[in-house]
């Protein structure tokens, strides 16, 4: 990588990176304020202050990586940071000195899924947990190519504080939903769910399983159900013994009756169900619904 000292902003995301991310990597872009490594590979841990040096940043995203622990002192000389984001990774423990060296009203945004312990300790950033709520606010023209198309997973409204100030108030799209840039659209009813929240597609249910009606929208892979029983007439062949070829056709229809009743009696929603779990199957085998840019 060449000099590229007056790039205010940096996008290494879906750039499979990974596992260890090294200094040199970062020669010439010490004077970057966004800096995205989403989606990558970056893990289990980090190098002891990899990110020294980086006075200017204000946004460090560090999102959907397979990172465990961060060293002692990793953001040692981010003065400048406000807004850290660590979510869908699988740290367990913030250390005492975890942000050593940063601003103590940095915004941190991590997952409760796999966090079990806060030392009492440590500085005292905004610490914000998915799955709650998790609003941000971005500023300036120099955000608005990352909000549009590095940040997805996000519902954005665009405000104006002064008529040369555009501001991007967004919020992590909730599980059911996937993200598209500044909106976040539900799962389609059928055989999907969405069990995260800032993800930009939904999951599919496995084979022969739907998400019913009465549980839309899918938040979980228990929202899953095993698809309705439609019985299939057999194919009988009258070799001649027509008697029992009768008796069998005649049986058929009561069971056809029996069944007839029964669907009328549990109404409409037996038939939203069936068509929905059909249509799945037909979908398992197109691509999975997500947004590219």
């Known amino acids: 990588m060449g000099s590229l000292n007056g790039v205010l902003r940096r996008d290494f995301s879906r750039n499979h990176i990974g596992p260890n991310l090294t200094a040199d990597i970062f020669n010439g872009f010490y004077n970057m304020?966004?800096?995205?490594?989403?989606?990558?590979?970056?893990?289990?841990?980090?190098?002891?202050?990899i990110f020294n040096g980086f006075y200017n940043m204000s946004l460090l995203d560090l999102s959907f990586n397979?990172?465990?622990?961060?060293?002692?002192?990793?953001?040692?000389g981010c003065k400048q940071l406000q807004?850290?984001?660590?979510?869908?990774?699988?740290?367990?423990?913030?250390?005492?000195?975890?942000?050593?060296g940063v601003s103590t009203n940095v915004r941190l945004l991590i997952s409760s899924k796999s966090l079990r312990k806060i030392l009492p300790e440590i500085q005292n950033p905004l610490i914000e947990c998915a799955p709650s709520a998790i609003n941000?606010?971005?500023?300036?023209?120099?955000?608005?190519?990352?909000?549009?198309?590095g940040l997805l997973g996000s519902a954005c409204d665009v405000t104006m504080p002064n008529p040369f100030l555009w501001c991007y108030n967004c919020s992590f799209s909730p599980a059911g939903t996937y993200g598209t840039p500044l909106l976040c659209l539900k799962c389609p009813a059928g055989g999907f769910y969405q069990d995260e929240m800032g993800q930009i597609e939904c999951k599919n249910c496995s084979t022969g399983t739907y998400v019913p009606e009465r549980?839309?929208?899918?938040?979980?892979?228990?929202?899953?159900?095993?698809?309705?029983?439609?019985?299939?007439r057999p194919n009988v062949k009258d070799s001649g013994g027509g008697n029992n070829s009768t008796f069998i056709n005649v049986m058929f229809l009561i069971f056809n009756?029996?069944?007839?009743?029964?669907?009328?009696?549990?109404?409409?929603h037996y038939l939203k169900d069936a068509y929905r779990c059909k249509r799945h199957q037909r979908l398992e085998m197109m691509e999975p619904l997500t947004y590219e840019h």
């Open 136 to 149: 941000y606010t971005l500023c300036g023209g120099k955000v608005d190519k990352a909000v549009r198309y």
């Open 83 to 100: 807004k850290l984001t660590l979510f869908s990774n699988h740290i367990k423990l913030l250390k005492t000195d975890t942000l050593e």
């Open 215 to 232: 549980h839309y929208l899918g938040k979980s892979a228990t929202d899953c159900y095993s698809c309705p029983y439609v019985y299939s």
């Open 33 to 49: 304020s966004l800096l995205d490594f989403s989606r990558n590979h970056i893990g289990p841990n980090l190098t002891a202050d």
């Open 66 to 76: 397979k990172l465990r622990s961060i060293p002692d002192g990793a953001f040692t």
């Open 257 to 268: 009756s029996v069944v007839l009743i029964m669907v009328i009696g549990k109404g409409v």
